[in-house]
């Protein structure tokens, strides 16, 4: 995602899992009635929640550069759709510009279900069919399209979830709100003013993250380095061009190289090296000395770069077996090469690497590579834990990069890093009955809290932590150009949602 300096808390990714909170020795229980509105809600509305889905992924509701959420008409007409299913349901609509809430009860005393409405970009012709159709056949089972699981997907379950209490009748003690906020995946800067200037719920949970309960998140941070580029006469070989990366929190799938005054040689010893690398793959197009090399890898959210094949690493290290001139394009790959390298947490960047045992590692992922006149711009995401102050890292990082500049005599200018803050919920009373509906209804037992390797919304609501919409173990989709959820997960979230949200208001 392409993010502002407020942005750096953004997603999710499982990293470790020791407990920060340990629950009672005799385990809350899910009430009767709780059980009995998440049966009612899925065998009444399964399909509802299905076709609701269908209508929300038709809206490409990615960030338009330029244009605010509420003057931009796909988004708009996004909440339109929102506002009627949410009245057709019984519910009450509010739209407060960037945040919508979709209301059921009266009570002052409320609980927040947090979740947003826009997406990241989605390469069509990486779909079997549009990113902006829900298709439910090419695989069965599954539900594929963007915004299925991030964050379409649990809104529709939400939504199915309060229609089945109202139906039921139940009693509310609090009163249940779901905000789905429009500006979650590039400027969090109006969400931030929004909480300043209105109450919030009491209780808040995010349907934007894992099960069982996300209590801890990493800093999202981007580190910008631009390599000058410098045309040279030379009839040595070298890299004329290097290109990869979609936006900042996608592990890119795509890199390419072009490289001048090739010959059979340098191709036949490249291709017989990429016979060594699994999970990536080369093509080679060898024409007038000039030698195209493009890689495949696989897409993944960058708080999980260990799902995803990075092609920018990976290409890179193709071509390590010779220094490149620095003239741009070859200074940059000698720099990854240097490092980076393939590894994911930053062990070759000087002294910037380190791990916290809850939270787990720092990441360190180059996800976009941007062209611009004069120079190749390099942006490298991070996740970082708590263990060093930003502070801290931010020396350490210009050293590591200062050091290298100098070693190399390299032409290069370091740009301004965004480096976010690790946040920690450590006031949450109903973690324990989160953990217990999970339990419930998985048959997972001795569930814990998480870490997770990004942020969601929660950092900014009183006492909230993260629930689901995604299993532990599971890959998580979002962000990737294969976004799916399963039928079988999606009826299990609108069980648990159901009963997660009668256990905490009534």
Known sequence: MNLTKFNQFVKVGVICSLPLFSLPSQALKVSNIAQQTAEYA???????????????????????????????????????ELQQQALSLGLDYQDDGYIVIIGLGNSKERVGIITHGDIQPANPDKWVKSPFELDTTSEPGKLIGRGTEDDKGPIATALYAMKAIKDEGIPLNKRLELYVYMAEESDWQPLIDYVKTHELPQTNITIDAEYPVVTAEKGYGTLKIAFNKLQKQTFD????????????????????????????????????????????????????????????????????PQEGVNAIPYLADLLADHRWPNNGAGTLVNFINDNIGLGLEGKKFGEIAYHDDFMGPMTVSPTVIKQHKDSLELNINIRRPKGKTATQLRAEITQAIASWKLQYLAELTELDHQIGDPFVQSDAPHIDTLLSVFTHFTGISNAQPISIGGGTNSRLFPGAVAFGPSMPGEKYTGHSEHEFITKKQFDLNLKMYTAAMVELAK
């Open 42 to 80: 899925v065998n009444t509305y399964s399909q509802a929640m299905v076709d609701s889905l269908a209508k929300l992924v038709q809206y490409n509701t990615v960030a338009t550069k330029g244009i605010p959420s509420d003057q931009n008409p796909t988004h708009i007409a996004f909440k339109k």
């Open 237 to 304: 070989t070298y890299i004329k061009h290097f290109e990869g990366g979609y936006f900042g929190s996608q592990i890119p799938e795509d890199a390419k190289a072009v490289i001048e005054n090739a010959d059979i040689n340098l191709l036949e010893k490249l291709m017989k090296k990429a016979q060594s690398y699994q999970g990536v793959n080369f093509d080679f197009t060898l024409k007038d000395n000039q030698l195209t090399i493009t890689a495949l890898g696989k897409s993944a959210h960058s708080s999980k």
